[in-house]
């Protein structure tokens, strides 16, 4: 999900923005390093021949692809997720390129690559769309989508979500599943910090169908908040966690729905105090 906020004349803490740099940068579930060899070959399709360095098993791109937002500045890629996105029995990544959009391109985005006899070639990017951390799901068909977890900062606040994402030859579709928030570091109390902790595959109902299952925290703001500094500004202190689990039950062809008792929590999870 590619989330473009509204910002007001307030000043974003630059600690935010690093944080939001090592979220985007962690890797997990089936995103992965690239090997070195396809390292290679992706940095000769999305960088070009000679605008990249291999330095301690990390590719980046001299300038960033003219594609991007940042033409001027110097792109990394980071980690791949290998499938049959757009038709079955393809070979395709998707390659997440670090550091070539701005603070509300989310620092990044993912280019779909292809294999053929003549090697990786690009079919097309997405900007905004961070893929190094997704889980792979295959429909009957024998064709692959990814779900993947993404973040954004500004402003003090912390936005984290799913996403399942669907390609196809000439466009992506895009459906959220869960989005949560929090606001510990905007100075706007009531404070609330609802975290995604997990999400992973299982059958869930027993029907042979790997479901969508996710492990989420939440913590309000305790009744003893003090304010704290010169400005103002109301300290958080927050309960302890409760976690919820939440399951998105699947038919077979790449469509999750939550069930009834996920669907009331994340209700009551996305209403704020």
Same mark, same amino acid.
């Given at each position: 999900?590619?989330?473009?906020?509204?910002?007001?004349?307030?000043?974003?803490?630059?600690?935010?923005?690093?944080? #939001? +740099?090592?979220?985007? $940068?962690?890797?997990?579930?089936?995103?992965?390093v690239p090997?070195?060899?396809?390292a290679v070959?992706?940095? !000769?399709?999305?960088?070009?021949?000679?605008?990249?360095? $291999?330095?301690?098993?990390?590719?980046?791109?001299?300038?960033?692809?003219?594609?991007?937002?940042? +033409?001027?500045?110097?792109?990394?890629? &980071?980690?791949?997720?290998?499938?049959?996105?757009? !038709?079955?029995? &393809?070979?395709?990544?998707?390659?997440? %390129?670090?550091?070539?959009?701005?603070?509300?391109? #989310?620092?990044?985005?993912?280019?779909?690559?292809?294999?053929?006899? *003549?090697?990786?070639? +690009?079919?097309?990017?997405?900007?905004?769309?961070?893929? *190094?951390?997704?889980?792979? @799901?295959?429909?009957?068909?024998?064709? #692959?989508?990814?779900?993947?977890?993404?973040?954004?900062?500004?402003?003090?606040?912390?936005?984290?979500?799913?996403?399942? %994402?669907?390609?196809?030859?000439?466009?992506?579709?895009?459906?959220? %599943?869960?989005? %949560?928030?929090?606001n510990t570091?905007?100075?706007?109390?009531? =404070?609330?910090?609802?975290? @995604?902790?997990?999400?992973?595959? $299982?059958?869930? *109902?027993?029907?042979? @169908?790997?479901?969508?299952?996710?492990?989420?925290?939440?913590?309000?703001?305790?009744?003893?908040?003090? @304010?704290?500094?010169?400005?103002?500004?109301?300290?958080?202190?927050? &309960?302890?966690?409760? =976690?919820?689990?939440?399951?998105?039950?699947?038919?077979?062809?790449?469509?999750?729905?939550?069930?009834?008792?996920?669907?009331?929590?994340?209700?009551?999870?996305?209403? $704020?105090?």
């Amino acid at each position: 999900m590619k989330y473009k906020l509204i910002f007001a004349p307030l000043i974003v803490f630059s600690v935010q923005i690093i944080a #939001n +740099r090592t979220l985007a $940068q962690e890797i997990k579930k089936d995103s992965i390093v690239p090997p070195q060899k396809d390292a290679v070959a992706f940095a !000769k399709s999305i960088c070009g021949a000679g605008n990249f360095t $291999q330095k301690k098993g990390v590719i980046t791109c001299n300038t960033c692809p003219s594609f991007t937002g940042y +033409r001027d500045g110097t792109g990394t890629l &980071t980690s791949v997720v290998y499938g049959s996105f757009t !038709k079955a029995g &393809t070979r395709e990544a998707l390659v997440d %390129l670090s550091d070539c959009e701005p603070h509300a391109g #989310n620092w990044g985005g993912t280019v779909l690559l292809r294999r053929t006899n *003549n090697g990786w070639s +690009r079919v097309r990017y997405e900007s905004g769309f961070r893929s *190094n951390m997704c889980l792979k @799901i295959t429909n009957r068909t024998g064709r #692959n989508s990814v779900i993947c977890q993404g973040s954004y900062t500004g402003m003090g606040y912390l936005i984290t979500w799913l996403d399942k %994402l669907e390609f196809n030859s000439t466009k992506t579709t895009n459906t959220n %599943l869960l989005k %949560l928030e929090s606001n510990t570091g905007s100075c706007r109390p009531p =404070y609330y910090e609802m975290l @995604i902790q997990d999400f992973k595959l $299982q059958d869930t *109902n027993q029907d042979k @169908i790997p479901d969508l299952f996710v492990k989420v925290s939440e913590a309000r703001g305790a009744n003893n908040t003090n @304010i704290s500094g010169s400005d103002g500004c109301v300290e958080p202190r927050l &309960t302890k966690p409760k =976690y919820h689990q939440l399951t998105f039950l699947s038919n077979g062809n790449l469509s999750f729905r939550p069930t009834t008792k996920t669907a009331n929590l994340i209700k009551l999870l996305t209403v $704020q105090q």
